[in-house]
T-cell receptor
């Protein structure tokens, strides 16, 4: 089974940097994903980590430590449109490569 | 345009009336999956399919059926819907089960009264 934890809500100011943490426990780790989801819309892919380290993609970066069961998503130069829910998901090859999602972190960006 | 489509987008129905939510992808993806999303519970996988005629249960399969007769289609069937199946449903696909990105459909908001 999976246990994926991330904060429920966060607030940050436009132009600032915010870090959203995710911890997980899994028996068959096969990658960690971050998705963005605006209210009422489909999740959209942000990043993927399968090896330890930092993956950078424009204003967004994601970090993974497999030994600690820990990841974070870093959002720089926050914009109002970044207000959304951020979903951490872990793929488990022992469950048919199922993607198991955390409950999501609702980020509010304020002026 | 590469996409995953779902129909209907919105549906209000009554308890016990069989319904099907269709899902289709035009990317020749092998892997397809159904999720439901409920407040406070996040996205939970219902069923998935590794390829044509290969399906398996996810975390919350009770009350649902699926079929995968063609590569592009993966319908979700509720034989006898109940109010606890009121939810937002997403279909997703990826090239292979091990691919790094799943593409999600726009969602189907189902209400069972």
């Amino acid at each position: 089974g999976q246990n994926i934890d991330q904060p429920t809500e966060m607030t940050a100011t436009e132009g600032a940097i915010v870090q959203i943490n995710c911890t997980y426990q899994t028996s068959g780790f096969n990658g960690l994903f971050w998705y963005q989801q605006h209210a009422g819309e489909a999740p959209t892919f942000l990043s993927y980590n399968v090896l330890d380290g930092l993956e950078e993609k424009g204003r967004f970066s994601s970090f993974l430590s497999r030994s600690k069961g820990y990841s974070y998503l870093l959002l720089k130069e926050l914009q109002m449109k970044d207000s959304a829910s951020y979903l951490c998901a872990v793929r488990d090859l022992n469950s048919g490569y199922a993607l198991n999602f955390g409950k999501g972190t609702s980020l509010l960006v304020t002026p | 345009e590469a996409q995953v489509t779902q129909n209907p987008r919105y549906l209000i129905t009554v308890t016990g009336k069989k319904l099907t939510v269709t899902c289709s992808q035009n990317m020749n993806h092998e892997y397809m999956s159904w999720y439901r999303q409920d407040p406070g519970l996040g996205l939970r996988q219902i069923y998935y399919s590794m390829n044509v005629e290969v399906t398996d249960k996810g975390d919350v399969p009770e009350g649902y059926k699926v079929s995968r007769k063609e590569k592009r289609n993966f319908p979700l069937i509720l034989e006898s819907p109940s109010p606890n199946q009121t939810s937002l449903y997403f279909c997703a696909s990826s090239g292979q089960a091990s691919a790094y990105e799943q593409y999600f459909g726009p969602g189907t908001r189902l209400t069972v009264t």
